[in-house]
T-cell receptor, first 114, second 111 residues
Framework: DTGVSQDPRHKITKRGQNVTFRCDPI?????LYWYRQTLGQGPEFLTY????????KSRLLSDRFSAERPKGSFSTLEIQRTEQGDSAMYLC????????????FGQGTRLTVV | SQQGEEDPQALSIQEGENATMNCSYK?????LQWYRQNSGRGLVHLIL?????REKHSGRLRVTLDTSKKSSSLLITASRAADTASYFC???????????FGKGTLLTVNP
């Protein structure tokens, strides 16, 4: 296991379509995070999983967004009825259990809504 | 929302020079981390400094933390062209260990 893997790397979709992204964290990591990054900005937190439980969601995560982590392994982030404002880089990160831990990021999925 | 700001927003230096980036934040933290991001790629963790530490070194990196001023600095010594990237500070405020990032400093190292 060489790191956090995200798929696809790039996605172009028409406004109003649904999209789903996948994240495979480092296998022994219990914690999984989704972040969103727009051009010229730092990543912003979207949601957090501890194993299969979604423990925190940002107010940025509108009801068009849903995330899952079945069986505490991979995670998916779905955006329904995409809008142009959803265009961004979606980053997944994982970290091991512990009071102080660095986050390991995937390469991200760049979403463009046209 | 973003926790703080990096300063400067952009920095251009010659290879071999040192680069210093600063980060300010707003709330109490458990630790502060610095990440690097090459254009269009994911973030790579560089160094973590705990709230009870004042300085930390890792290779050519030196990080300082002043919790009374709510600020941190990242020094890269003897810079290389390969150091060209955006650098972000991120704070862990203790809620589920999620990170709050600044807007980053774009460092360009000219050969």
């Amino acid at each position: 296991d060489t790191g956090v893997s995200q798929d696809p790397r790039h996605k172009i979709t028409k406004r109003g379509q649904n999209v789903t992204f996948r994240c495979d964290p480092i296998s022994e990591h219990n914690r999984l995070y989704w972040y969103r990054q727009t051009l010229g900005q730092g990543p912003e937190f979207l949601t957090y999983f501890q194993n299969e439980a979604q423990l925190e969601k940002s107010r940025l995560l509108s009801d068009r967004f849903s995330a899952e982590r079945p069986k505490g392994s991979f995670s998916t982030l779905e955006i329904q009825r995409t809008e142009q404002g959803d265009s961004a880089m979606y980053l997944c990160a994982s970290s091991p259990t512990g009071a102080v831990a660095e986050a390991f990021f995937g390469q991200g999925t760049r979403l463009t809504v046209v | 929302s973003q926790q703080g700001e990096e300063d400067p927003q952009a920095l251009s230096i010659q290879e071999g020079e040192n680069a210093t980036m600063n980060c300010s934040y707003k709330t109490s933290i458990n630790n502060l981390q610095w990440y690097r991001q090459n254009s269009g790629r994911g973030l790579v963790h560089l160094i973590l400094i705990r709230s009870n530490e004042r300085e930390k070194h890792s290779g050519r990196l030196r990080v300082t933390l002043d919790t009374s001023k709510k600020s941190s600095s990242l020094l890269i010594t003897a810079s290389r062209a390969a150091d060209t990237a955006s650098y972000f500070c991120a704070t862990d405020e203790g809620s589920n260990y999620k990170l709050t990032f600044g807007k980053g400093t774009l460092l360009t190292v000219n050969p």
